[in-house]
């Protein structure tokens, strides 16, 4: 189980550094049966990874150049995102596709990039409402998947998330049904089964991404082929962080 909260382009430093102690605070004993993993704007990494160090809470950048190094102003790279204390880092993200250009050809860099570099790339995948209602979710996922990850070597399934995120459910209040994140969930696996085999298949951890809230957490993360979750804007409040976090655990209360 890996669930991971994408905090997008929100909180100040001061909020950030709030909320993270709020989390560490009431997830910290959580975290010894479920990986857990912070993604907070770059200016917030050094300081959160302070806050986290000695916690078992891991940190997560939410984006990266795909280069080691170069005149590419504004971007950084995955050494950088290391040495300030990341072992994860979100690639292929919707909005990136969305409103940064973002394609299979160039998450495929930042994959192998980060792969080499020693970070997990948590690999985002996921179809629009056009796309789903033309009945091409698993083609545009599979494509997704395989051209993402086309000569990636994660080495163990424990080098690479993957995230299934439909485009239809992200920040609109519109979650997958468990049935509905399930069935691609375990087209995915069969995808990453052609390609890295049946044994690493079984272990990758597919997360479900797409308005997660405390009260369907549960029943999603509950489904056999869904492994966690990529929790945005109610990774924003630490008590519904804790409550998902609870929830597919399948513990109640606090
Ligand atoms: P919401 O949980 O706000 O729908 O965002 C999902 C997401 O994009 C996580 O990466």
Known sequence: ????????????????ASLVAEVIERTESLALDADLVLCPPFTHLTVAATQLSGSSISLGAQHMHDAPEGAYTGEVSARMLLTSGCGYVILGHSERRTYFNESNTSVNGKVRSAISAGLTPIVCVGETLEDREAGRTEEVVGEQVRAGLSDADPGTADGLVLAYEPVWA??????ATPDQADQVHGHLRKVIA??????????????YGGSVKPENAGALMARPHIDGALVGGASLDASSFEAIVRAGLGINGG
């Open 170 to 175: 992200i920040g609109t209040g519109r979650v």
């Open 194 to 207: 052609d390609m890295f085999g049946d044994a690493f298949a079984g272990r990758i951890r597919i997360q």
């Open 1 to 16: 189980m890996i669930i991971a909260g994408n905090w997008k382009m929100h909180t100040d430093l001061v909020e950030g």
